[in-house]
Nanobody, 116 residues
Framework: QVQLVESGGELVQPGGSLRLSCAASGTIFSINLMGWARQAPGRQRELVAAITSGTSTNYTDSVKGRFTIVRDNAKNTVYLQMNSLKPEDTAVYYC??????????WGRGTQVTVSS
C-alpha cells in the first residue's frame, strides 16, 4: 500500500505561482509513476503532469511551459511548480502513484484557487 499526502494549495492571483508537494509513504519501493491530476467543479478529473522513476515527464497541453513536475526520490516526494497561473487552473489537485503491479493510489487533494 502507498499513502500520499498533498500540500501547498491556496488562493493566488492570476499570473502568480504555487508549488504543490506530495509526500509518499508505505511500499514506496514499488512506485513506478507519480503525478498530478486536477478536477474543477462540474468537470472530469484530468491528468496534469506525470513523472516516471527514470524522471521522464509528460504534461497536458494546457500547462506545458508553465508547470514543472519534479521528483525527489530521496525524500519520496513529488512537486508541481506552477507558474503563470490562470483562473482556469482553479481545481482540486490530486497526487497519484502507480506501482509495479499497475495499482493506482490517490491522495485526498489540495485546493488551488486562482482569482483576483
Amino acid at each position: 500500500q502507498v499513502q500520499l499526502v498533498e500540500s501547498g494549495g491556496e488562493l493566488v492571483q492570476p499570473g502568480g505561482s504555487l508549488r504543490l508537494s506530495c509526500a509518499a509513504s508505505g511500499t514506496i519501493f514499488s512506485i513506478n509513476l507519480m503525478g498530478w491530476a486536477r478536477q474543477a467543479p462540474g468537470r472530469q478529473r484530468e491528468l496534469v503532469a506525470a513523472i516516471t522513476s527514470g524522471t521522464s515527464t509528460n504534461y497536458t497541453d494546457s500547462v506545458k511551459g508553465r508547470f514543472t513536475i519534479v521528483r525527489d526520490n530521496a525524500k519520496n516526494t513529488v512537486y508541481l511548480q506552477m507558474n503563470s497561473l490562470k483562473p482556469e487552473d482553479t481545481a482540486v489537485y490530486y497526487c497519484f502513484a502507480v506501482d509495479l503491479s499497475h495499482a493506482r493510489y490517490w491522495g485526498r487533494g489540495t485546493q488551488v484557487t486562482v482569482s483576483s
